[in-house]
């Protein structure tokens, strides 16, 4: 059964960072384009960041470009988020995604992770 697993959330301060870890385990994620969500509450998930399957592509939403950054390392089946110069309005549960796939048509999330940034 596919997992993705999420970790490294917390309470940070504005202005602080935070690194986010994604383990998926019960396939090889390498062929799949794997992202970042968000959802705050009261409002719906919105997309954070995506990085391609070899790593040589990535996305990122306006709001946090040039403060997070996504990576992979294939051989450990992990991506991070890291996050710094954060601001209160990025509080919020970050889930992981994984997309595509040799099918094309995979859709597995993780179950979340808080952050929360306090002014």
């Known amino acids: 059964q596919a997992q993705l697993v999420e970790s490294g959330g917390g309470v940070v301060q504005a202005g602080g960072s935070l690194r986010l870890s994604c383990a998926a385990s019960?396939?090889?994620?390498?062929?799949?384009?794997m992202a970042w969500f968000r959802q705050a509450p009261g409002k719906e998930r919105e997309f954070v960041a995506s990085?391609?399957?070899?790593?040589?592509?990535?996305d990122y939403a306006d709001s946090v470009k040039g403060r997070f950054t996504i990576s992979r390392d294939n051989a450990k089946n992990t991506v991070h988020l890291q996050m710094s110069s954060l601001k209160p309005e990025d509080t919020a549960v970050y889930y992981c995604?994984?997309?595509?796939?040799?099918?094309?048509?995979?859709?597995?999330w993780g179950q979340g992770t808080q952050v929360t940034v306090s002014s």
């Open positions: 990085i391609s399957w070899t790593g040589g592509s990535t």
């Open positions: 995604h994984a997309g595509g796939g040799p099918s094309g048509t995979a859709n597995y």
């Open positions: 019960g396939r090889s994620f390498s062929s799949y384009v």
